[in-house]
């Protein structure tokens, strides 16, 4: 069995736009070309206008929208019931200072709310998204968390600075780049509910960062952290540090698999998450069935590992993912390199203008196998991609399913 980590926040009803989007984005890749209007529709967004993007979700939930005419009528009134049982219940919550906003939400995201708002349970709805889309009975996909309240995290950096919520750290909303500082959870003060705290899906006294939609971000424009990310926690709304128990069906997944890998994507906001929580680091490294533990690399550095004074190298991040599984066995602090093989067997990477320098020599040293890929420039200037079918290749060359032979390209040529 092959384990995929990857890590999304939850937010009930207060950010449409960007909730689960980790999460929706490797659900829908996993819907089958048969349904691609299926997987159209779950990746269509609502404008950024506020009036259009109403009349869009209305045009959704009344059956007007172009959108159905292709998708068969069991999987379309199935869906649409669903998004009603999700209007009814913003309707239910909305107040005078305080209505839904849904420009740019995500009806996929729209989709998993209300069903998980229907059935009390996470990880519910993404079975029923995982049906709904035909996503194959092979495959399984288990949140890390299953709960349905909001889970937050924090990080501090290298110079002491305190940032907190998923969205602060990675992609804050333009042109606010600014980190927010937060007393350490020792030193948290009584907390002070305002008079005019306005109601919401939050809970009275959550943190104003963690009340703010973040709408409108951009992952490549954002402003370099001022130094680098040391940690990652958990916190609750007011702030304090907290140890959620994982899923206890991940930890079986990961005591089950052969194969570990850590994806490509946000590496303090998405893979760090799911390591911290108790057990599974212990799990990643003692279970004896679990011989190949991979690291895909991503094409390019982002905010989360710079800033660009000080880019992240390939032995920072193999480092940060041992440190993350380190704590979740109560050790603190860096993780040393005799332990980074307990995590890490291989990494897979790219070479190009933008890409994370790996050090093959330093790698080698630790017992840590590399495996370049042959890919092509982004859309972004100094972004690398991967190649699917090299990509693939590489992988079934470190698991050994195949000789190396075959076409050779530029596209596809592995270098071991």
Known sequence: MILLLCFSSSHLLTDPSISLIDLLGRLIRLIPPTNVHIRTLFNHRLPSDHSLAFSDWTSLISNTSALWTPIPLPQREFIRATLLHLNLEILKRARPSSAFNFTSASIGNLFLTGARLFTGNFESAIYLLGVVGGVPEGVRVIPVVNSMFSHHISASLADGTIITGQNAISHPSAPTATPTALDPPSSLKPIQLAD???????????????????????????????????RIWYINPYGQEMQPSPNPKVLDAIKNADVAIYSIGSLYTSIIPCLILKGVGAAIATTPSLKYKILILNGSLDRETGPRSSPFAATDFVEAI???????????????????????????????????????????????????????????????????????????????????KGEKSRRNTLEG
């Open 322 to 404: 041992a440190r993350g599984a380190e704590e979740s066995q109560g050790r603190l602090g860096p993780a040393s390199r005799e332990v980074w093989r307990n995590y890490v067997t291989h990494v897979v990477h790219l070479e190009g203008q933008g890409a994370p320098v790996v050090d093959r020599q330093q790698l080698a040293k630790e017992g840590i196998e590399c495996v370049r890929v042959y890919g092509r420039k982004g859309v972004e200037e100094g972004e690398m991609r991967y190649d699917g079918r090299g990509l693939g290749q590489a992988l079934e060359m470190v698991l050994g399913r195949r000789e190396g």
């Open 196 to 230: 005019t705290e306005e109601e919401d899906a939050n809970i009275p006294g959550t943190l104003p960062t963690l009340r703010t939609p973040n709408i409108l971000f951009s992952k490549s424009t954002s402003d370099d952290l001022p130094s680098r990310i040391q």
